[in-house]
C-alpha cells in the first residue's frame, strides 16, 4: 500500500505516524496526503519526503470524496477533548460515517481508525459514547477495518504531561480533579508504529487492539511524576466530587479549551486500562516502551520537546 491518506496528519499522533509511514516507504514510491485547514500546521511536515499536505476540509463530503479516491488505504487520527455533544458527534460519529461512504463510493476498502479505551454506548461521557458510535458506523460499512483503543498517549509534544509539569512550576500545590482515576500511558511512537504495522498486515483487518503500556499509574502519580521530572515535584490535593465539578464547571467558563470539563470527570470513571480481553501491542511484535524510559528525557530541568526530538533523530540515524 503505497498511496495513504491520513486524516488527522498534523496533531500530536499524527506526525508520528508520518514519520513512520515515510521510513517504511524509505522516503521513495508512493505518496502520504495529509489534509489540513490550515497549511501552515503542516510546517514540520513539509520536509518528509512523499508527504504532501494539501489545504482542506475533511468534513466537506465533496472534499474528502476527493482526497479518499485513488488512495491505498486511509488512516483516521481525528478526534476532540472537549466539547459539548453536538461538537463530539461532528467529529467521532460524522465524520467517520461520511468517511466510509467516501471509502464506499471510491472503492477504497483499507481503513486503520484510531478509537479510545473505554468506549461504549452507554459509556458516562459524551466522549466515549461517541467514540463508540463512530466506531460502529465503520463496523457497518463493509470496510476492511482494523481499531486500535490507546490509552492516554505520551510523548515530546503531549499535552497531558507537559501541562503538570508547567504548571507545578508555577504553583506552589495541585488540586486535582479525578485524583484516583487510572491510566495506563503508551508511548506516542508505539501506537505510530502499531497503526503501520496493521496497515501492512493483512491478518490485523476485522480486530480491535488496545494500545497500553506496561505500567498503570493514577492520575495523581503521573501529575507527581511529571513534578518530579521537571524538577519542581508540588504537593498534590486529591479534590472530592462536588469540589471537582465546580472546578470543571468554572474552568469550562474561562476562554478557550478547558484544561477540564465535566465530560472529562464522567469519562475517569472508567478506568483507561487495558481489559485484557482483546489483543494488545504485543500481539502486533511491539515490546510497549515504559512512561519512566521517555518522559525524563523531554520533561527534565525544563530541556522540553527539544531534547526529546534529537533523540529520537539519533535513534533513527542508528
Known amino acids: ?42 510546517r514540520d511536515l513539509q520536509m518528509l519526503p512523499t508527504l504532501q499536505p494539501v489545504q482542506a476540509d475533511v468534513h466537506d463530503d465533496a472534499q474528502l470524496a476527493q482526497m479518499v479516491a485513488g488512495r491505498d488505504a486511509v488512516i483516521n487520527l481525528v478526534a476532540v477533548l472537549q466539547g459539548d455533544e453536538r461538537r463530539f458527534r461532528h467529529v467521532h460519529v460524522d465524520l467517520p460515517t461520511r468517511l466510509a461512504r467516501a471509502c464506499q463510493a471510491a472503492g477504497v476498502k483499507r481503513l486503520v481508525h484510531v478509537s479510545a479505551l473505554g468506549v461504549g454506548a452507554n459509556a458516562p461521557s459524551h466522549y466515549l459514547r461517541s467514540k463508540a458510535a463512530g466506531e460502529a458506523a465503520l463496523a457497518a460499512a463493509g470496510l476492511e477495518l482494523t481499531v486500535l483503543r490507546p490509552s492516554v498517549i505520551f510523548g515530546a509534544h503531549d499535552k497531558l504531561l507537559n501541562m503538570f509539569a508547567a504548571l507545578q512550576g508555577l504553583a506552589p500545590f495541585v488540586p486535582l480533579a479525578g485524583a484516583d482515576s487510572r491510566y495506563q500511558p503508551v508511548w506516542v511512537d508505539d501506537v ?127
Open 1 to 42: 500500500m503505497d498511496d495513504i491518506l491520513v486524516l488527522g496528519g498534523t496533531g500530536f499522533v499524527g506526525r508520528s505516524v508520518c514519520e513512520k509511514l515515510v521510513e517504511r516507504s524509505g522516503g521513495a514510491g508512493g505518496s502520504i496526503v495529509v489534509p489540513t485547514r490550515h497549511i501552515a500546521h503542516a
Open 192 to 318: 505510530a508504529a502499531a497503526i503501520v504495522r496493521c496497515l501492512d498486515d493483512p491478518a490485523t483487518i476485522g480486530k480491535t487492539y488496545e494500545c497500553t503500556g506496561p505500567d498503570v499509574y493514577t492520575l495523581r502519580e503521573l501529575v507527581q511524576a511529571a513534578g518530579r521530572w521537571a524538577g519542581h515535584e508540588r504537593p498534590v490535593f486529591g479534590l472530592p466530587g462536588g469540589l471537582a465539578q465546580l472546578q470543571a464547571r468554572v474552568m469550562e467558563m474561562l476562554p478557550g479549551e478547558p484544561l477540564m470539563s465535566r465530560d472529562n470527570l464522567a469519562s475517569m470513571r472508567v478506568p483507561n486500562i487495558a481489559t485484557g480481553t482483546l489483543p494488545g501491542l504485543d500481539a502486533l511484535g511491539i515490546r510497549a516502551t515504559a512512561l519512566s524510559a521517555i518522559a525524563p528525557m523531554y520533561l527534565g530541568h525544563g530541556r522540553g520537546p527539544a531534547r526529546m526530538d534529537a533523540w529520537r533523530a539519533r535513534a533513527r540515524r542508528g
